[in-house]
């Protein structure tokens, strides 16, 4: 069984940044991707950030070049990197890897509260 532990979620004010870091129990690379999705109250569940490679980067609209995603191969990490919060980037944030095939991994999940 993979386990995806996610950390850096905390409160901030409109305008700042916080940066989430997600620890993979296996190594990153044997999976397909990885990436981060949020959660607000009352929504569902949307992909923020995905990436297959350093040059293969996918971003939702609403991040507008705000947020960047990255891994660290030796650490077996995937950060997300956020600035320019806003109160509606609010939610939880999860990290999620893919298999080759159907199967994925997610984390338990960090708030990240932004408030006006």
């Known amino acids: 069984q993979v386990q995806l532990v996610e950390s850096g979620g905390g409160s901030v004010q409109s305008g700042g940044s916080l940066t989430l870091s997600c620890a993979v129990s296996r190594r990153i690379t044997s999976f397909n991707s990885m990436g981060w999705y949020r959660q607000a109250p009352g929504k569902e569940r949307e992909l923020v950030a995905r990436m297959r490679s350093t040059r293969d980067k996918q971003y939702a609209d609403f991040v507008q070049g705000r947020f960047t995603i990255s891994n660290d191969n030796a650490k077996n990490t995937v950060d997300l990197r956020m600035s320019g919060l806003s109160p509606e980037d609010t939610g939880v944030y999860y990290c999620?890897?893919?298999?080759?095939?159907?199967?994925?991994?997610w984390g338990q999940g960090t708030q990240v509260n932004v408030s006006s």
């Open positions: 999620n890897v893919k298999g080759w095939g159907t199967t994925e991994y």
